[in-house]
């Protein structure tokens, strides 16, 4: 089955720094990535998506970067704020919709 | 606010008993899953229900079912709980299958004594 996984389960950054998370994931077969932001007590909250045809997508101060030769992907925050700080899942998908496989989690601190 | 609510908040039941979450999507969301999430972890897809039927299942044991209404509201039922099944329960909807947003409620905590 499917196993994703993140290179770093906590991260501490300052506040004003760039944050990068990264996740690996093995199913070759994932044609479309989202990142969630779940803070504390909340459900996961969508941050930004790429599908498999893409290698970058920027949004509103996040870049997601996908490498799909080594099927690895990574968000990119840029000047982190406080209100960042929350645990960060990648979540391949297949099909693009039905069963979305989420990995542990990255927690994400920012130190003020 | 992702305008998707459930209920209850916090929930606590003894090994063997049965249990009800609810969940309640925004007007014309018809697509709604459910997810586990342990402490520590990330959320497992449990199922997921599209027009009223089961359209997707993760591995989850029968035990774990569901409901969805025309009014868009949605259930999930354990039966015979066990410890293990403490968790934090998620329901997240769409606006349809196809769709590849989805919109996830707060959870219902789950505590099996």
């Known amino acids: 089955g499917e196993s994703v996984g993140l290179h770093l389960p906590t991260l501490s950054v300052q506040e004003g720094d760039n944050s990068i998370i990264n996740c690996a994931y093995s199913n070759s077969a994932s044609d479309y990535f989202i990142w969630y932001k779940q803070e504390s007590g909340k459900g996961p909250q969508f941050i930004i998506d790429?599908?498999?045809?893409?290698d970058k997508r920027q949004g509103q101060r996040v870049t997601v970067l996908l490498n799909k030769t080594v099927k690895h992907l990574s968000l990119q925050i840029a000047a982190t704020q406080p209100g960042d700080s929350a645990v960060y899942f990648c979540a391949p998908t297949v099909g693009g919709y039905q069963k979305v496989t989420f990995g542990t989690g990255t927690k994400l601190q920012v130190i003020p | 606010e992702t305008g998707v609510t459930q209920s209850p908040t916090h929930l606590i039941k003894t090994r063997g008993q049965q249990v009800t979450l609810r969940c309640s999507s925004q007007?014309?969301?018809?697509?709604v899953s459910w997810y586990q999430q342990a402490l520590g972890q990330g959320p497992q897809f449990i199922f997921q229900y599209y027009r009223e039927e089961e359209n997707g299942r993760g591995n989850f044991p029968p035990r774990f079912s569901g409901l969805q209404f025309p009014n868009y509201s949605s259930e999930l039922n354990v039966n015979a709980l066990e410890l293990d099944d403490s968790a934090l329960y998620l329901c997240a909807t769409r606006v349809d299958r196809g769709s590849d947003t989805q919109y996830f409620g707060p959870g219902t905590r789950l505590t099996v004594l």
């Open positions: 790429i599908r498999s045809n893409m």
């Open positions: 007007s014309g969301h018809n697509t």
